[in-house]
């Protein structure tokens, strides 16, 4: 396993880790500032699009596309130690038109749009005019088992109406969201995977309502995690994504890269975790010492080092199989690093806020908005259990090749990025 920096990757990696000390990072009080003053959570504050301008400008724009015909066209081991630089700064992701649910969304036009989805779609996004949305989670069902999706998508003639109910539609509130890619029922009496397909639905279109933003522990995120209605919304059939059937399908080929993105983008929050904890414990004094100076301290501070290493490599093999064997062939891993990945991220966050005491607690440091991605990231792509399910079944049929066959093959899960 090959994980050496190519030079184009050292030269990316270089440029971003000048890109975020002189802008991004200090453009995080800003960009907060100017919501504030806006009033409105989901205001896109000017700040941001300076950012854009900037990293287009710097040759930082769209990193994650491995099309070199569309963005910087590298590999998985090359992208995810730019994720991780991604992951120290808030608006970083988004600033270089890397943030999810654009990110996935992009990859599903690209590899399943039409020309015309391209052009009228794709072609916006990857210039970071427009957001996008991905409606595939229901209420109404427990949507870690996408065969449970009940919304439906009935031919009427050139169109398909909708009919249902989504939510946790990462981005649908954001102002510049102008179009979701909506999964749904199109046959319920086919094979359980091959009912779903998936079409795109323009934000206007009428009979689309955005009921509400759904805080996240409290917090109002900027763009939303959205719970949308679709009454008789009628889009034509040429909204449709490769055939009637491939929804499931289109939605494994779209969660396998993300989970690289959220994971390494994980890694590069824990280290900002920790590099806060560290600088809190050496400017602290207590009862007459530097916090730091504490063995239980210190053992937290090794143990996080410990974890972020291992949880790195475990990411970078993931990355390593998704680009030698592809995706099918690395499922275990990218399941094993969506489970660890937030686990640690939980951890280290958390003890970090220890260090920090109440000020941990408030939005002075970024500890609490880290702490309550990483709970979420451990239901955002589905549920821990589903990919330990994952993985256990993989280790079992080392022993019996027969075992668990006949039940229903472990389903897709819905993501809300």
């Known amino acids: 396993m090959d ?5 184009r990757a050292r030269d990316y990696r270089d440029r971003l880790l000048a890109f975020m000390d002189e802008r991004v990072l200090p453009a995080e009080p800003v960009y907060a500032e100017q919501i504030r003053a806006a009033g409105d959570p989901h205001f896109q504050p000017p700040v941001m699009e300076e950012l854009k301008a900037e990293a287009r400008r710097r040759g930082l724009w769209n990193l994650f596309h ?44 690209t590899q399943f749009g039409t020309d015309q989805h391209k052009k009228e779609w794709l072609d916006p996004l990857l210039a970071g005019e427009i957001r996008s949305a991905f409606a595939m989670t229901e209420p109404a069902v427990a949507s870690s088992d996408a065969t449970n999706i009940e919304l439906s998508m009935v031919r009427d003639g050139d169109d398909y109406v909708l009919n249902g109910r989504k939510w946790w539609a990462t981005n649908a509130a954001h102002p510049n969201c102008r179009i979701l890619i909506v999964m749904g029922k199109t046959d319920p009496d086919a094979a359980p995977h091959r009912q779903q397909s998936m079409v795109l639905v323009p934000i206007d279109t009428p009979g689309v309502e955005v009921v509400r933003s759904m805080p996240v522990f409290g917090m109002q995120e900027h763009g939303g995690h959205c719970e949308i209605s679709f009454t008789d919304v009628r889009v034509p059939v040429t909204n449709l994504l490769a055939e ?3 929804g499931f399908a289109i939605g494994q080929a779209r969660l396998g890269p993300g989970r690289i993105h ?40 090794a143990e996080a080092r410990i974890e972020i290493e291992r949880t790195r490599l475990l990411v970078m093999k993931a990355a390593w199989l998704m680009d030698t064997v592809g995706n099918r062939e690395a499922r275990v891993e990218i399941a094993a690093i969506k489970v660890a990945a937030p ?6 966050v958390d003890r970090a806020i220890q260090v920090h005491g109440a000020g941990g607690m408030t939005e ?5 908005h880290l702490y309550v991605q990483a709970r979420a990231l451990a239901i955002a792509d589905g549920p821990d259990e589903v990919h330990k399910r994952t993985l256990a079944l993989t ?23």
């Open 364 to 368: 002075d440091f970024p500890l609490a």
């Open 343 to 348: 686990a640690m991220l939980q951890r280290v």
């Open 395 to 417: 280790e079992l049929r080392r022993y019996d090749t027969s075992f668990g066959r006949t039940a229903t093959p472990t389903p897709v899960t819905a993501p809300s990025h």
């Open 3 to 7: 994980l050496t920096p190519t030079d």
């Open 244 to 246: 009637e059937g491939d």
């Open 262 to 301: 959220h994971c390494m983008r994980i890694i590069g929050m824990a280290e900002r975790a920790l590099e806060l904890m560290c600088t809190r414990a050496l400017s602290r004094v207590t009862f007459g010492q530097p916090v730091a100076a504490r063995a239980n301290i210190q053992d937290w501070i």
């Open 66 to 109: 491995p099309d070199p015909a569309l963005g910087a066209g590298l590999s998985n081991v090359e992208y995810a130690p730019l994720a991780e630089i991604h992951g120290r700064g808030m608006l970083a992701a988004e600033a270089c038109n890397c943030s999810a649910p654009d990110t996935g969304n992009m990859e599903v036009l």
